[in-house]
């Protein structure tokens, strides 16, 4: 699909994605590199990081690959750091890093439990933590004049009820509350822009096989979605765009035209 915005919406800037090698954190992160963005990609596995650089390098994207655990405060501490050594800035973080499963919670094990909130809300925390000094106003590799950018990617399970994800819908609960919480002290006291997007079923990712077998699968012509049909990819990563580009800044000092 045709993006409507400008290819150079978010030229020189640059972004760091954590969970950014597959699903809706690589789509988000070649977004970001069609769009003009150097980009960094966080995870744990070797061979993903090295197929999504390849992938991104070959469409012409300034793109690395650094592993490591959002868990580990010195995994995160090292990847925001090599971050910005290789880029000399540092202007976006996306927490898109995720664990799920189905498991009916009498069958969950507190550390079952432990590991989803790990990943998903102290990994989100602690990557905020360590990008702080980059991203804040007047940070090293930034001006005076504004903070940079952070996007938490949760989902929509914990604003009623989900069946076999207790874990996931506490997990994401918190990250909500982390993202309100960073947008109120963050943006007061760094003029950093704070962001939470909440997809709904992503039809075009493996988590949607694996969450919604065919047994479970939902009947959209009769299911309460106004367009009858699950979202995509390519949905979250125009949101994303949207929210680092300045085109969604709050002081609307962006150009006149952000779109095509």
């Avoid at 988000?28 to 090295?50: Q, W």
């Avoid at 479970?216 to 106004?226: A, E, G, Q, V, Y």
């Avoid at 994303?240 to 000092?253: I, M, P, T, V």
Wanted: charged letters at 20%; one cysteine or more.
């Amino acid at each position: 699909m045709e993006s409507p915005f400008k290819a150079d919406i978010v030229k020189g800037k640059v972004a760091l994605i954590t969970g950014g090698g597959s699903g809706i954190g690589f789509e988000i992160t070649k977004e970001f590199g069609r769009h003009g963005a150097a980009v960094a990609i966080m995870g744990r596995r070797k061979s993903v990081l090295d197929s999504a650089v390849s992938s991104l390098r070959s469409l012409g994207i300034q793109a690395i690959g650094l592993e490591g655990d959002v868990r580990k405060k010195e995994d995160a501490a090292r990847v925001v750091n090599a971050t910005f050594e290789h880029f000399g800035r540092l202007d976006i973080l996306v927490n898109a890093a995720a664990g799920n499963f189905l498991v009916p919670a009498e069958d969950l094990s507190p550390n079952g439990f432990k590991t989803v909130m790990d990943i998903d809300s102290v990994g989100t925390f602690t990557m905020c933590h360590a990008a702080l000094k980059y991203i804040k106003k007047g940070g090293p590799g930034r001006g005076t004049s504004s903070g940079g950018t952070i996007m938490n990617i949760s989902a929509t399970l914990h604003y009623t009820a989900a069946w076999y994800q207790i874990h996931v819908s506490a997990a994401k609960a918190a990250v909500d509350a982390i993202t309100r919480s960073l947008a109120l002290e963050w943006g007061t006291d760094y003029d950093i822009r704070v962001n939470g997007i909440a997809p709904g079923p992503i039809g075009d990712t493996p988590g949607l096989s694996k969450l919604a077998p065919d047994e479970m699968k939902i009947d959209l012509s009769t299911d309460s979605r106004p367009l009858y049909k699950a979202g995509e990819k390519w949905d979250i990563a125009m949101a994303a765009l949207y929210l680092a580009s300045d085109a969604g800044y709050r002081k609307h000092n962006w150009p006149s035209d952000p779109f095509i």
